[in-house]
């Protein structure tokens, strides 16, 4: 079992992953999205294994969502080309495993993978 964990350096929440998933032992693919970007394929995949609408991955508090996207109502599509555009409006840390992936906030939530 090999995790995937789609990671911002600069994020605390996203270390902290990498460190739970270090004390485990787990093996696991660092993804630094920000610089491997995700594509629209990727990013829809993804947003299927966390099972959640495309728009509950947005970051909202961040300038670019206040500043060109708040208020609002974008289709799916719309959702996912905004982030794969902006890549820093995507909520992280991400981990993936099996085709199951978590929002790992808070961290303890890698557990709920199998």
């Not at 208020?71 to 085709?99: C, F, H, T």
């Amino acid at each position: 079992m090999k995790y995937k964990v789609y990671h911002n350096s600069r994020c605390s929440k996203s270390r902290c992953a990498i460190d739970f998933l270090n004390d485990k032992k787990a093996d696991f693919e660092l993804i630094e999205y920000l610089k491997d970007e995700f594509t629209v394929e990727s990013l829809t995949s993804v947003i299927a294994q966390l099972k959640i609408p495309a728009e509950s991955l947005v970051r909202k508090g961040e300038s670019i969502f206040k500043e060109s996207f708040k208020g609002k109502d974008l289709s799916e599509k719309e959702w996912i080309e905004a982030m794969v555009q902006y890549p820093k409006l995507i909520e992280r840390p991400i981990v993936v495993l099996n085709n199951h992936a978590v929002i790992a906030r808070p961290t303890e939530k890698i557990d709920d993978l199998k």
